[in-house]
């Protein structure tokens, strides 16, 4: 079993070192051989095999996921213990699945829904309520864009088929070559796996240096990043107070030619109540911009509140106060102000599970009443909104999707606000929970892969860092590093055209999910066949 446990160790080693912004990316397209090699020794050597391959599996995807998202534990260590192991598990039981599987059918049909079954997975994970998808194989690449162009038509599950059919031809090389020492078939292997590693980043090259945003419109814009210590300071801070540090941040940089102003995630941290927005006090300030530049579009974020005093109508997602028997509903917001009356409203709706979102309340909340882990600063249940909003300025073309920190994670999601009409991705996010570690690193690294799949550029804003300016082709083109305040003011081009993932979204992982079906029923009718033999 000692080589068994390395090879565990080794595959979750490989995979950790090729995480992004630390690691050595191309460690991808080995680093599941050693976790294959592994279910083969067990599967064909071993009984009691799905124990097995269960604690090895498990150990594996314990080492790939403690080092790349270890930085929770900032937030809180309870949230941290809970994310990595839950995460581990799905993993394991995503592989054990294939080792079930593998023990029926052939080798060929087994890998395929090896295949099908991660990536099924990685969908699973990005729709459901405990959804944590960070780690999905397809953004490892987030800081090789020249390597996946091609993600406009793909998306990143084709990443992640990708790293997949690279491993898988190296496993069959090696494992191969230890049964029958045939130096030929594996340097014909390898040699397979470098041209299937080689192809789709020469075909990105291409791509890469034929993109061009020569020739569309443009506009000017500001990202504010005012750098509010959320432990220590953001609810210390008067909604008012902070509006007017934003207009001395903003004008540092202001001219006639600037048509966006974005703010960071919930700069406004002082509930307001839905209705009464514009007539804040803080709003009032922001407005002392406009008045001096009616071109100008605020794009900013707000903590909001409303208050329902009927019960029916609530929503799963309303917050009760028993004290003073009162429903309300708590909502993480974007707000547009321009020289419109009207303050248009945009709810996040991928939300932070047990932060914002307390999941499957019908059988967890009995269990575990009102406690909430901790991830992010607050224990309210958000509540959010059916579709996605376009921004729409005034005195420009620009329609701005304002997408709200954890929303950048999710493709297909994102790909909603560009049939909304949005033309540039306007970001708002505060990544200051997680102090200054990979986890802020790792979240602006995978808005460069938003910007391939939609062809969009990106204006964002955090609150502590890194705000950026990122273009079409996820080329990072500014940034104001973390924990300093200030402002950065760039040009982007703007894009009306759809790509083909925009259209499609993940049809990858759909297909792969009807795949792994049928073969996993087929490997169930095959057992059940042999049963009734015996």
């Keep these: 079993m000692k080589k068994n446990i390395l090879l565990a160790l080794l ?8 995480w992004v912004t630390y690691g050595f990316t191309a460690l991808i397209f080995i680093a599941l051989v050693p976790l294959l090699l592994m279910e083969l020794r067990v599967r064909t050597r071993y009984q009691h095999t799905k124990r097995k391959v269960f604690a090895l599996s498990y150990l594996a995807f314990l080492v790939w996921n403690v080092p790349t998202t270890w930085w929770i534990w900032y937030s809180t260590p309870m949230g941290a213990v809970f994310a990595i192991l839950a995460n581990t598990l799905l993993m394991t039981i995503t592989f054990l699945l294939y080792h079930l599987v593998a023990k029926r059918l052939s080798t060929k049909v087994s890998l395929i829904f090896l295949v099908c079954i991660w990536l099924s997975f990685e969908k699973f994970h990005l729709w459901w309520d405990v959804s ?62 470098m ?65 966006f102003v974005v703010t960071p995630e919930t700069v406004f941290a002082d509930n307001v109540k839905l209705q ?31 208050f329902i005093t009927d019960k029916a109508h609530t929503t799963s997602q309303s917050n009760y106060l028993p004290q003073y028997n009162i429903w309300y509903n708590d909502y993480n917001s974007a707000f547009l102000l321009n020289s419109r009356p009207e303050v ?25 009443g009102e406690t909430l882990i901790n991830l992010g600063g607050t224990v309210a249940l958000k509540t959010t909104q059916p579709e996605r909003t376009a921004f729409a300025g005034v005195g420009t073309e620009g329609k701005a999707a304002p997408i709200i920190c954890y929303e950048t994670i999710y493709g297909e999601f994102v790909t909603d606000y560009i049939k909304k009409g949005a033309n540039f991705l306007a970001i708002l996010t505060n990544d200051a929970w997680w102090r200054n570690t990979q986890g802020h690193k790792q979240l602006l690294s995978y808005t460069r892969l938003r910007a391939i799949e939609t062809r969009r550029s990106v204006v964002r804003s955090a609150n502590t860092g890194i705000s950026a300016f990122i273009n079409g082709r996820g080329e990072i083109l500014q940034t104001l590093p973390y924990g300093v305040q200030g402002s950065l003011k ?32 087929s490997a169930v009718v095959k057992r059940r066949g042999l049963l009734s033999k015996n």
């Design 195 to 259: 041209l299937l590693f080689a192809v789709p980043v020469l075909i990105s090259y291409f791509q890469y240096q034929n993109y061009s945003e020569e020739g569309k419109t443009t506009l000017k814009a500001i990202a504010l990043q005012p750098n509010i210590d959320p432990y220590q300071e953001k609810y210390n801070f008067s909604n008012a107070k902070v509006a007017q540090l934003l207009v001395q941040l903003a004008e540092v940089k202001m001219d006639k030619e600037v048509s």
């Design 132 to 193: 944590w998808p960070w780690l999905n194989l397809g953004n490892v690449f987030s800081e090789q864009i020249t390597w996946i162009q091609w993600y406009e038509y793909t998306g990143a599950f084709g990443g992640t088929l990708w790293v997949w059919l690279v491993n898988i031809v190296l496993f069959i090389g090696v494992k191969d070559y230890l049964s029958d020492k045939n130096r030929p078939l594996l340097a014909k292997r390898v040699g397979g796996a």
């Design 490 to 521: 760039g040009t982007i081009a703007l894009n009306e055209e759809v790509t083909f993932y925009v259209r499609m979204g993940d049809y990858i992982a759909r297909i792969a999910y009807f795949l792994a079906f049928f073969i996993f029923l």
């Design 11 to 18: 595959s979750g080693g490989l995979l950790a070192g090729a």
């Design 344 to 368: 248009p409203l945009y709810h996040k709706s991928k939300l932070v599970v047990a932060v914002e979102n307390f999941p499957y309340q019908q059988v967890l909340k009995p269990i575990l």
């Design 276 to 306: 009464e927005l514009p007539y804040t006090e803080a709003v009032g300030i922001l407005r002392t911009l406009v008045y001096r530049y009616p071109q100008l579009n605020w794009v900013g974020g707000t903590a909001m509140i409303e």
